[in-house]
Nanobody, 125 residues
């Protein structure tokens, strides 16, 4: 089993920064894709950023240039550094992991087998 736990959510003002963390524990995968998704009530969960074991990165167009995804050297924690935050970034943010790195889809929720519980991010104007 793999466990993921997000932290770092909260409230921030428009234009401000916020940093999310996702700790991965348990029977983790040597090769993997780690991803951030977000969801607002009534809408589908959408991909935000993905990083794979090789360090390949991909971002949703809506966050390019503002968000940065990274993984620590031990590959047990993933981060999402968010800057220039906008009210439309308000959502519950989830981290997820899948084994392998040959296919790391940004917008295929079903590809990821393990998820965290989510952390709420609220951006106020």
């Amino acid at each position: 089993q793999v466990q993921l736990a997000e932290s770092g959510g909260g409230s921030a003002q428009t234009g401000g920064p916020l940093r999310l963390s996702c700790v991965v524990s348990g029977n983790t995968f040597t090769d993997h894709c780690l991803a951030w998704f977000r969801q607002v009530p009534g809408k589908e969960r959408e991909g935000v950023a993905v990083i794979d074991t090789r360090g390949r990165l991909e971002y949703a167009d809506s966050v390019k240039g503002r968000f940065t995804v990274s993984e620590d050297y031990g590959k047990t924690t993933m981060f999402l550094q968010m800057s220039d935050l906008k009210p439309e970034d308000t959502a519950t943010y989830y981290c997820a992991i899948k084994s392998g790195f040959k296919w790391c889809p940004l917008n295929t929720v079903a590809a990821y087998g393990y998820w965290g519980q989510g952390t709420q991010v609220t951006i106020t104007s």
